[in-house]
């Protein structure tokens, strides 16, 4: 049962979560406009009936939480004083249906179930934007201000529109947006032991057509997903696992800050550039146990390496795309979109395929002289010797990873540097505790990590700041469930304002700002302020939570502390459209960055 209230705004089809503590500020706030400005509050002016003293308002918001319906509602339940319900329904201030906001999962039609709104009284947004199948695309540009890349903003908006629950078209039926931490609590904690996510699209008519299908575990559902990402979680959820590899992923990092030092003064997209080259081979070297020579000086001459440079940037490129709803025809022909990115795709698979012969072929030889171990931390041979994994599953799996893997961690890298460059002060701090704890020249290791807390709080910052992804996780509802005291039928999809809730004042204390120090414990282990998981959850959530997420902070542990080791980071020139952001689908710079490394002395 949730403490929150919810009102709506006289005139207003949709509603507004408060939190307790917030709302007797809200009213109050509702009194201070001033009447020449249009209102946000209020159809009414405001002076019509005389301001109550604080005091009332503090009490009537914060003892009761619930709130009368003071519009033509019939739902009576009244905790506010006689005399101030005359006063706000004289004055049509702002009406305030009382909802409680309950969120179960309920096994049965029965109820909670019952109880609940129905499940077509959740806020929409009306309109053209109700249409089946067509709705959406009104929510974008040209029809309203955001790019379809501004998913996240335009969800974040409508949010602020309708309140903490609304519905928008999914095809010719309904998904639910919600943003309640008590929700996605239901949604997320379910028991569920095989999530149901939406498979991406261009996977499901590559598998449909070809006749070797390849699964990618970001796709699968139900048990196939169980079965390929079982052995995936004792290889990838261990803390000790990843740590395995910060040897090989070190020596890709400090390749990157020299490459990035030597092409500084470069096209900043070249710079870019070198941001997805160490991403793709950080993954690559514990996917296949070498080195892939994407930071290599020839990478962009040399004809293989070039070759499956542009297959990765583009397979991840053409996802993006269909993510974004800008190409559609390919899921009725093989349209020359369709037909470059499976080219990216095979090119792909065909070179995972060359490196799991080699592995075989290194197994075999091993094995005769005595000298394989099958414990030892080589990703490739230890899913070789996976009894369960075929060679397709193998396959499925590195594609899964050096897909979700390359693109997600370059542009929060980016984001990173950013955060740094423009809050030197914060930047001072992270170098100067790096130097403390590795020198110089010193390697960064599982104990000297444990160290470096403002590192790792920085890190964490920047991806709340830049939160990664355009909203946050979506579900398929397993079972009937309340979500902010509304029905939402058993297979709706849920998706979670994520994205908002990383820069809500709700949960953060100057949202906009960026503050490592904010994740910082002081020596009781309390932070300035407690912030709930929930409101920060950059990998997702559940038995579905990215599988990479430990892989990931540690390549940006690694490029933080190996690049702040030796250079400080700058930009050539601060322009203020440098801190726009946009999606692909990972939040990224919009505009390639001109960063600078200057040798620190
Ligand atoms: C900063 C970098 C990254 C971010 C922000 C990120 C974020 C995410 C998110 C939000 C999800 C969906 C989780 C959910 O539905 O609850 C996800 C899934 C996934 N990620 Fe990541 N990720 C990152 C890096 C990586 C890396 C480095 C790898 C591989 C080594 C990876 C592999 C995957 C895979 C395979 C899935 C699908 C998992 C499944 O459905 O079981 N990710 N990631």
Same mark, same amino acid.
């Given at each position: 049962?949730?403490?929150?209230?919810? %009102?709506?705004?006289?005139?207003?089809?949709?509603?507004?979560?408060?939190?307790?503590?917030?709302?007797?500020?809200?009213?109050?706030?509702?009194?201070?406009?001033?009447?020449?400005?249009?209102?946000?509050?209020?159809?009414?002016?405001?002076?019509?009936?005389? @301001?109550?003293?604080?005091?009332?308002?503090?009490?009537?918001?914060?003892?009761?939480?619930?709130?009368?319906?003071?519009?033509?509602?019939?739902?009576?339940?009244?905790?506010?004083?006689?005399?101030?319900?005359?006063?706000?329904?004289?004055?049509?201030?702002?009406?305030?249906?009382?909802?409680?906001?309950?969120?179960?999962?309920?096994?049965?039609?029965?109820?909670?179930?019952?109880?609940?709104?129905?499940?077509?009284?959740?806020?929409?947004?009306?309109?053209?934007?109700?249409?089946?199948?067509?709705?959406?695309?009104?929510?974008?540009?040209?029809?309203?201000?955001?790019?379809?890349?501004?998913?996240?903003?335009?969800?974040?908006?409508?949010?602020?529109?309708?309140?903490?629950?609304?519905?928008? !078209?999914?095809?010719?039926?309904?998904?639910?947006?919600?943003?309640?931490?008590?929700?996605?609590?239901? *949604?997320?904690?379910?028991?569920?032991?095989?999530?149901?996510?939406?498979?991406?699209?261009?996977?499901?008519?590559?598998? /449909? #057509?070809? /006749?070797?299908?390849?699964?990618?575990?970001?796709?699968?559902?139900?048990?196939?997903?169980?079965?390929? &990402?079982?052995?995936?979680?004792?290889?990838?959820?261990?803390?000790?696992?990843?740590?395995?590899?910060?040897?090989?992923?070190?020596? %890709?990092? %400090?390749?990157?800050?020299?490459?990035?030092?030597?092409?500084?003064?470069?096209?900043?997209?070249?710079?870019?550039?070198?941001?997805?080259?160490?991403? +793709?081979?950080?993954?690559?070297? $514990?996917?296949?146990?070498? &080195?892939?020579?994407?930071?290599?000086?020839?990478?962009? +001459?040399?004809?293989?390496? /070039?070759?499956?440079?542009?297959?990765?940037?583009?397979?991840?490129?053409?996802?993006?795309?269909?993510?974004?709803?800008?190409?559609?025809?390919?899921?009725?022909?093989?349209?020359?979109?369709?037909?470059?990115?499976?080219?990216?795709?095979?090119?792909?698979?065909?070179?995972? !395929?060359?490196?799991?012969?080699?592995?075989?072929?290194?197994?075999?030889?091993?094995?005769?002289?005595?000298?394989?171990?099958?414990?030892?931390?080589?990703?490739?041979?230890?899913?070789?010797?996976? @009894?369960?994994?075929?060679?397709?599953?193998?396959?499925?799996?590195?594609?899964?990873?050096?897909?979700?893997?390359?693109?997600?961690?370059?542009?929060?890298?980016?984001?990173?540097?950013?955060?740094?460059?423009?809050?030197?002060?914060?930047?001072?701090? *992270?170098?100067?505790?790096?130097?403390?704890?590795?020198? #110089?020249?010193?390697?960064?290791?599982?104990? $000297?990590?444990?160290?470096?807390?403002?590192? =790792?709080?920085?890190?964490?910052?920047?991806?709340?700041?830049?939160?990664?992804?355009? =909203?946050?996780?979506?579900?398929?509802?397993? =079972?009937?469930? *309340?979500?902010?005291?509304?029905?939402?039928?058993?297979?709706?999809?849920? $998706?979670?304002?994520?994205?908002?809730?990383? +820069?809500?004042?709700?949960?953060?204390?100057?949202?906009?700002?960026?503050?490592?120090?904010?994740?910082?414990?002081?020596?009781?282990?309390?932070?300035?302020?407690?912030?709930?998981?929930?409101?920060?959850?950059?990998?997702?959530?559940?038995?579905?939570?990215?599988?990479?997420? !430990?892989?990931?902070?540690?390549?940006?542990?690694?490029?933080?502390?190996?690049?702040?080791?030796?250079?400080?980071?700058?930009? @050539?020139?601060?322009?203020?459209?440098?801190?726009?952001?946009?999606?692909?689908?990972?939040?990224?710079?919009?505009?390639?960055?001109?960063? +600078?490394?200057?040798? !620190?002395?």
């Amino acid at each position: 049962m949730s403490c929150h209230c919810v %009102v709506r705004l006289a005139g207003s089809t949709s509603d507004r979560l408060l939190k307790p503590t917030t709302c007797s500020a809200w009213f109050q706030k509702c009194w201070s406009l001033d009447k020449s400005q249009p209102s946000r509050y209020s159809t009414q002016p405001l002076s019509c009936f005389p @301001k109550p003293a604080p005091s009332t308002w503090q009490s009537a918001c914060t003892r009761q939480h619930r709130f009368a319906s003071l519009s033509s509602s019939s739902r009576k339940t009244t905790f506010l004083p006689t005399s101030l319900m005359t006063e706000l329904h004289r004055g049509q201030l702002c009406v305030v249906p009382v909802r409680e906001m309950s969120s179960t999962i309920t096994e049965d039609d029965s109820g909670a179930y019952k109880a609940a709104l129905p499940f077509n009284k959740i806020p929409t947004t009306g309109g053209l934007s109700a249409l089946p199948f067509i709705g959406p695309m009104f929510l974008f540009k040209p029809f309203s201000p955001y790019p379809v890349e501004q998913y996240g903003q335009a969800i974040k908006n409508l949010h602020g529109v309708h309140g903490p629950i609304f519905r928008l !078209r999914r095809g010719k039926d309904w998904m639910v947006f919600f943003e309640r931490l008590e929700d996605a609590d239901i *949604v997320f904690r379910s028991k569920d032991a095989n999530p149901y996510r939406t498979p991406l699209m261009l996977d499901v008519v590559y598998n /449909k #057509r070809s /006749k070797v299908p390849i699964h990618n575990l970001a796709t699968l559902n139900g048990p196939e997903w169980k079965r390929l &990402r079982s052995p995936l979680n004792a290889r990838m959820n261990r803390p000790r696992s990843v740590t395995h590899y910060l040897p090989a992923q070190e020596q %890709v990092a %400090v390749d990157f800050a020299d490459r990035l030092y030597s092409l500084q003064g470069s096209d900043p997209k070249v710079l870019t550039d070198v941001f997805f080259c160490f991403a +793709t081979e950080s993954v690559g070297v $514990v996917c296949f146990n070498k &080195r892939l020579g994407f930071l290599d000086e020839n990478a962009h +001459t040399d004809a293989s390496k /070039k070759k499956m440079l542009w297959a990765y940037k583009h397979y991840i490129r053409s996802i993006s795309e269909v993510i974004f709803g800008k190409r559609i025809l390919y899921r009725l022909y093989e349209d020359p979109f369709y037909k470059e990115y499976k080219r990216a795709k095979e090119t792909i698979i065909e070179h995972s !395929r060359h490196c799991i012969q080699e592995a075989n072929e290194e197994i075999t030889r091993r094995q005769k002289e005595g000298t394989f171990d099958p414990d030892e931390p080589n990703f490739l041979l230890s899913l070789l010797a996976e @009894k369960t994994l075929d060679d397709q599953d193998i396959f499925g799996t590195i594609l899964s990873l050096m897909g979700a893997g390359s693109d997600s961690t370059a542009c929060g890298l980016q984001l990173l540097f950013y955060a740094l460059a423009t809050n030197p002060d914060k930047q001072e701090k *992270v170098a100067e505790e790096v130097l403390t704890h590795m020198g #110089r020249d010193g390697q960064l290791t599982a104990p $000297v990590l444990d160290k470096l807390s403002y590192m =790792t709080a920085a890190v964490k910052e920047s991806m709340r700041l830049y939160f990664p992804v355009p =909203t946050g996780s979506e579900r398929h509802l397993e =079972t009937n469930t *309340v979500l902010s005291g509304y029905q939402v039928p058993k297979g709706t999809v849920g $998706v979670f304002n994520a994205f908002g809730n990383a +820069t809500s004042p709700l949960y953060y204390h100057n949202p906009m700002s960026f503050s490592p120090e904010r994740w910082l414990r002081d020596q009781g282990g309390q932070r300035e302020r407690d912030i709930n998981p929930l409101a920060y959850i950059p990998f997702g959530i559940g038995a579905r939570i990215c599988i990479g997420r !430990r892989f990931a902070l540690q390549e940006l542990y690694l490029a933080a502390a190996k690049t702040l080791q030796k250079y400080h980071i700058g930009l @050539k020139e601060d322009r203020p459209e440098f801190g726009d952001t946009t999606f692909t689908p990972f939040q990224a710079p919009k505009h390639p960055l001109p960063f +600078t490394f200057e040798l !620190r002395q």
